[in-house]
């Protein structure tokens, strides 16, 4: 959403300090270079986080519906102890 304004900061801004007059001023170009320079420092995050969807994706194609034969050896594995309380 804040990409879609960067060619309108001139008139969001003033519709902001009209509306809510701050203490500090208001809305300033360097606020508005602060919020852009933070939106590109998290698309770093974003484009990971659509990496790493995509593996969840692909582990719940393979591991969400486990075959009953899986359940029923993993259970007579001797490598795998079950411990009872």
């Given at each position: 959403m804040l990409k879609s304004c960067r060619n309108h900061t001139d008139v969001i801004s003033s519709y902001v300090n009209s509306k809510y007059m701050r203490i500090d001023g208001g809305l300033t170009r360097a606020d508005w270079k602060i919020a852009f320079e933070f939106m590109n420092f998290l698309k770093i995050f974003y484009a990971a986080t659509l990496a790493c969807s995509s593996v969840q994706d692909k582990f719940k194609k393979y591991f969400e519906v486990m075959p009953t034969i899986f359940i029923v050896?993993?259970?007579?594995?001797?490598?795998?102890?079950?411990r009872v309380f």
């Open positions: 050896v993993s259970v007579m594995d001797p490598r795998i102890k079950v």
